[in-house]
């Protein structure tokens, strides 16, 4: 008996059963015989042209006298779907395809065999292994697998049968059903009835090997229903080789509370313009949420900020949108979206969602998640890292909440010890040391906008400071006023 093991090493086998448009969502199981054997004279056209026909002639031949028996691991059966574009002047013209294909273990390993009245030959036997050897996909390309001879078979329990082999008590199988599989008809069979065309005036004979290797083309022209080398035969299979026993591990819910965008646009809003591009981001997001959860007053409030009685919310739990120029060339290019809690389904589908914003002069801000995650990792997600520090300085001006008078001390020195306290408000850790931080840069701190637009606020006083850790910081920091659209931002030095 010659037996060959195969295993998908990816998992899954594509392959659309003769007869059967893809389209129609029924992958082919098992593996039918006789696209095995063309896979197999494709390895050797292909990849060992150099042995003749006469040397792989016994191995077809052996392969394809008597129907092949399979042992089957258990499978699912599964698709993808495709929508590709129709070729029209339309863009949103699409055409949906199938891709339906099996899936199974990567460990599991099928077995086909073949009870043959003659055994190979040492030669054949050695330039079968050879061929099984390049062959490296079965069905689709997709299809990865391994193959190989099997010396050991005879503890293989054959769970998929010829119907002519049912009655065999060596072979019992129960709670079967019937299946057709396509096979390679045996040569001795052909050669009794071969196949004849006629091309031009002459009346030509298809060799056994010639039908084996009739492809589409040929079968179309011919006006063919089937390939002449081709035959169905009916077969027995097990009933439970279908719906594998997958053990499901839940795996723990993924916990978001920020979301990073890169922006992408043929002209970014300018790195001054921060408090107007978050404002903006807000503004969109809360519409999007609007049309996910389909009720206008039930906004979430991490995106408003205020409950649905339009009470500001306290204690800093709704979202900071925070601005950042990654480059330095004084255009926003990313901006994180963080909450003080985890966000719900409906949250995160609105930021989903959320993949452009408007902009003077008609040029769109396209705006890409690169980042789902926690506050933690944000840092590390931008194209140019940010390292845990100490230190951390300003990037955009602290706005304070509170106003200065005479009487009480420098200036300066007063704004230093309010900040000091301002981050213990905010949850943050309380710095050791605040100093005023002079711009070095292109822009100033006034330079930037200081008031929502949308508010009709008075400029606030803004400044940079540098502070001073005791342990590493691994977070951007924002406080003072407007904190929440990108002012008053701290990142490692």
Not at 55 to 79: K, W
Request: glycine share 6%; charged share 25%.
């Amino acid at each position: 008996m010659i037996v060959i093991s195969i295993k998908f090493i990816a998992g899954r086998y594509h392959a659309t059963p003769y007869g059967k448009h893809v389209n129609e969502g029924t992958p082919e199981w098992p593996p039918s015989q006789y696209r095995f054997v063309r896979a197999l004279i494709d390895t050797w056209k292909r990849k060992f042209c150099n042995y003749t026909e006469m040397q792989i002639a016994p191995i077809l031949e052996h392969l394809s006298d008597t129907p092949a028996f399979y042992a089957l691991p258990r499978v699912m059966t599964s698709h993808l779907r495709y929508f590709m574009s129709a070729n029209t002047i339309d863009p949103s013209d699409k055409n949906k395809i199938l891709d339906p294909f099996i899936s199974l273990g990567k460990a599991d390993t099928m077995h086909i065999g073949w009870h043959t009245s003659e055994p190979l030959s040492d030669g054949s036997q050695e330039f079968l292994s050879t061929l099984l050897s390049g062959l490296q996909y079965l069905g689709r390309s997709e299809s990865w697998v391994q193959c190989q001879l099997e010396n050991e078979w005879e503890k293989i329990k054959w769970n998929c049968i010829p119907e002519e082999r049912h009655d065999d008590p060596s072979n019992p199988i129960d709670d079967e059903h019937r299946l057709f599989i396509c096979c390679t008809k045996p040569k001795g069979e052909y050669e009794k009835e071969p196949y004849e065309i006629i091309r031009g005036k002459k009346r030509q004979t298809v060799s056994w090997l010639d039908a084996i290797c009739y492809d589409t083309s040929n079968v179309l022209q011919d006006c063919l229903s089937s390939p002449p080398g081709m035959i169905t035969l009916p077969y027995i299979c097990k009933n439970e080789l279908y719906g594998k026993d997958y053990q499901v591990k839940k795996l723990p819910k993924l916990k978001v509370n920020t979301v990073l965008y890169a922006l992408n646009s043929k002209v970014l809003p300018r790195y001054t313009e921060a408090i107007s591009t978050s404002e903006m981001v807000r503004r969109f997001l809360m519409g999007i949420h609007k049309k996910v959860i389909g009720d206008p007053a039930a906004v979430s409030e991490k995106f408003s900020g205020k409950t649905r009685k339009s009470v500001p919310l306290k204690g800093h739990k709704h979202c900071k949108f925070i601005v950042f120029d990654n480059d330095q060339d004084g255009k926003t290019d990313h901006i994180a979206v963080i909450a003080g809690e985890d966000y719900t389904d409906t949250e995160l589908e609105a930021l989903g969602r959320n993949t452009r914003i408007p902009q003077r002069g008609n040029y769109e801000i396209n705006l890409v998640p690169i980042y789902w995650g926690s506050q933690e990792g944000v840092l590390k997600a931008l194209p140019k890292k940010h390292k845990s520090s100490r230190r951390y300085k300003s990037v955009t001006p602290f706005l304070p909440d509170y106003h200065y008078r005479k009487g009480r001390g420098d200036f300066l020195a007063w704004h230093c010890e309010k900040l000091k306290k301002e981050f213990g408000l905010h949850g943050y850790p309380e710095p050791l040391k605040v100093s005023p931080l002079y711009p070095s840069g292109k822009n100033k701190w006034y330079d930037f906008r200081r008031a929502r637009p949308s508010k009709n606020e008075i400029p606030r006083w803004g400044w940079g400071f540098e502070v001073e850790f005791e342990n590493e910081q691994k977070v951007p920091f924002t406080i003072g006023h407007s904190s929440h659209y990108g002012m008053g931002l701290f990142l490692p030095d």
